[in-house]
C-alpha cells in the first residue's frame, strides 16, 4: 500500500491519495460510468490527473481519502469545505460528503463503509455540525446509500444536471450531528 491508513472501516481502510495513484485514478476519471455520474465529462489527462491528486487531493481543502480493500484501492471519500467558510471557525460547521468508486466494486458495501467512516470522522474528529450531499436524481444508488445512512432529502434543484442526454433534477441532502448520534 503506497500511503499509510488514515481511518478503519468494517470492510474498508482510508488513506491519503500518493502519486503512485495517479494511473489508477485517471482510470476512474476517464470512465464513462464515474464520470456521468460525478457530472465531469471532460476527458483527463496523466498529467491534468497529477495535478489534480497535487491541487485538490492532496490540498487543504478539505479531506480526501481512497477506500481500500487490503492494499486495493476501490474508490475515493471525500469531505469537501463548506460553502460557508472552509476555516475552523466556520459559523456553520458544515462540510460535504462526496464519493466515486471503480464500477467493479458497486453494490459490495465498500461506498456505505467508506462513507460511514467519513462521517464518523467529521463529526466525532472535526467536530462539524452538519454533512450535505448532492446527488443526481438519476443516481439511485448514491440516494440509496445516503438514505441508509440517515440523510434526509432537504431539497431539488430542478433540471440542474445534465447527464445522457436529458435535463435531471440535483437533489440536497443532509445530516446532522444529533441524527447520526441517536442511530
Not at 120 to 132: C, G, K, V
Amino acid at each position: 500500500m503506497p500511503g499509510p491508513v488514515f481511518l478503519e472501516g468494517e470492510k474498508v481502510t482510508l488513506r491519503p491519495p500518493e502519486e503512485e495513484d495517479v494511473d489508477l485514478i485517471q482510470c476512474w476519471m476517464n470512465d464513462p460510468s464515474v464520470w456521468r455520474r460525478a457530472l465531469d465529462v471532460n476527458p483527463t489527462s496523466r498529467q491534468q490527473c497529477a495535478e489534480f491528486i497535487e491541487d485538490v487531493l492532496q490540498g487543504d481543502d478539505g479531506v480526501h481519502c481512497l477506500a481500500c480493500d487490503d492494499s486495493a484501492p476501490l474508490g475515493l471519500v471525500s469531505l469537501n469545505d463548506s460553502q460557508y467558510g472552509p476555516d475552523e471557525t466556520s459559523r456553520a460547521r458544515d462540510t460535504e460528503l462526496a464519493y466515486w468508486f471503480d464500477p467493479d466494486h458497486h453494490g459490495q458495501g465498500y461506498g456505505s463503509d467508506a462513507a460511514r467512516r467519513m462521517i464518523q470522522y467529521a463529526f466525532e474528529d472535526r467536530n462539524f455540525r452538519r454533512i450535505t450531499a448532492r446527488p443526481g436524481s438519476f443516481n439511485d444508488a448514491s440516494v440509496g446509500l445516503l438514505e441508509s445512512l440517515g440523510f434526509t432529502h432537504e431539497g431539488t434543484l430542478r433540471e440542474a444536471a445534465w447527464f445522457r442526454g436529458e435535463y435531471h433534477d440535483m437533489l440536497y441532502y443532509g445530516l446532522l450531528r444529533e441524527e447520526w448520534n441517536s442511530q
